[in-house]
């Protein structure tokens, strides 16, 4: 696991790599059209995930004062894929920045699914079999 170190003259900080990870995944399941996360390409079938594991469908790259992050996602049907892109790549940017000081370089989106609604199954109510006489 790589760190970022940092030191002063209280000190030194360090910030794992997983960290940015899950900080970006946070970011950009907050934004509004984002069905989820997904394990990427290379875990075959796109995994819908939750908030269970938010450094999933995240690669990273940290440097010393810089970073750059991949994100792949799945988007609910029916939202702009560009504008919910570009509100991803935003909020992730800031909230890095803000949270950890590294200079975000980009934020890369990977869309690699879209999410249907399930649709609601209206059960009718069963009447009792018919009598015969």
């Known amino acids: 696991m790589v760190e970022r170190e940092k030191r002063n003259e209280l000190g030194e ?17 907050e934004v509004s059209g ?13 995994e819908m995930l939750g908030h269970r594991n938010l450094s999933k469908g995240v690669k990273v790259e940290v440097g ?3 970073c750059a992050v991949d994100l792949f996602v799945i988007i609910e049907y029916g939202y702009s894929i560009p504008e919910v892109s570009h509100s991803i790549q ?5 909230t890095i920045e803000v949270m950890t ?5 980009e934020v ?6 879209v999410h249907f609604p399930q649709e609601k199954k209206v059960e009718e109510p ?3 079999p018919a009598r015969v006489k």
């Open 13 to 29: 900080l360090k910030i794992a790599n997983e960290v940015v990870g899950i900080i970006a995944g946070l970011a950009a399941t």
């Open 34 to 46: 984002v069905a989820g996360m997904s394990g990427g390409i290379a875990g075959g079938i796109a």
């Open 64 to 66: 010393e004062q810089q």
């Open 90 to 94: 935003d909020n992730v940017k800031r």
């Open 101 to 105: 000081g590294l200079e975000v370089l």
């Open 108 to 113: 890369n989106i990977h869309v690699l699914g």
């Open 126 to 128: 069963q009447q009792p």
